[in-house]
């Protein structure tokens, strides 16, 4: 997926197109799971679709719920969300974070020339 550590330091134009690919990979796990956290809240516990939505992106977001649930099977899926949205934060943020922090790591893994000691040599 990502270049080995031998190979050359991706461009700059490459590795933008890169974080934009990721970027937009992360923001279709935040869709997807708003969408499933609106439909959830919609279907299941009853509640109209603004308050739906607003139920799902506050619990997707962390901050907790806004409407009172009052059947059993909205409250079981109300919790089944928030343990989903805590893994899906966790996954959002690590597709995003993963061709920076690899970019990172490949820059420090660059061999130096034996020539000039204090300039980068990009891998063969």
């Known amino acids: ?3 080995h ?3 050359r330091l991706l461009p700059r134009p490459l590795f933008l197109r890169r974080v934009a690919r990721y970027a ?3 923001a279709g796990i935040v869709v997807a799971s708003l969408a499933l956290g609106a ?3 919609h279907w299941i516990a009853g509640l109209d679709w603004v308050d ?3 139920n799902a992106s ?3 977001s962390g901050m907790g719920p806004v ?3 009052t059947t059993d099977a909205g409250k079981l899926f109300a919790t089944a969300y928030a343990l989903y949205s805590g893994l899906a934060f966790v996954t959002t943020i690590a ?3 993963a061709p920076i922090a690899h970019r990172f790591f490949h820059v420090l893994h660059l061999e130096i020339d034996e020539a000039d000691d204090e300039t980068p040599r990009r891998a063969k």
Do not use: D
Request: proline content about 4%; hydrophobic content about 60%.
């Open 1 to 3: 997926m990502f270049e």
């Open 5 to 7: 550590r031998r190979a």
């Open 24 to 26: 937009a990979i992360s």
């Open 39 to 41: 439909g959830g809240y």
């Open 52 to 54: 739906a939505l607003l």
């Open 58 to 60: 506050m619990i997707l």
């Open 67 to 69: 409407s009172p649930l």
């Open 95 to 97: 597709v995003l974070a």
